[in-house]
């Protein structure tokens, strides 16, 4: 499984932006997708998940202005990002994992960079 993230950049606080990550190889496996983020030397953080039946969760921090997405065949999914604050800063990483009998392994898009200034 590959995973390619697009979107980031600058934003100003109270506005919006949109994620996307490609997925290829055997997206059919994938088990759960999601978005994680992360600041320099801080750890990397669940911010948003979903699973194969769609079902959604989120970090507490976010719940109402994020929304995370997937098309049927798994091969995108997306983080809607509304109401930004300069706390929400961070690189932004999509994640497919995929379970097994025994072990979970995960699949890390390359992270993109959101910055929230005015």
């Known amino acids: 499984v590959q995973l390619q993230a697009f979107g980031g950049g600058l934003v100003q606080p109270g506005g919006s932006m949109r994620l996307s990550c490609a997925v290829s190889?055997?997206?059919?496996?994938?088990?759960?997708m999601g978005w994680y983020r992360q600041n320099p030397g801080e750890q990397r953080d669940l911010v948003a998940q979903i699973t194969n039946a769609g079902a959604t969760t989120y970090e507490d921090s976010v719940k109402g202005r994020f929304a995370i997405s997937r098309d049927n065949a798994k091969t995108t999914i997306y983080l809607q990002m509304n109401s930004l604050k300069p706390e929400d800063t961070a690189v932004y990483y999509c994640?497919?994992?995929?379970?097994?009998?025994?072990?979970?392994?995960?699949?890390w898009g390359q992270g993109t960079l959101v910055t929230v200034s005015s």
């Open positions: 190889g055997s997206p059919a496996s994938i088990d759960y």
């Open positions: 994640n497919a994992r995929v379970l097994d009998l025994f072990s979970a392994y995960d699949y």
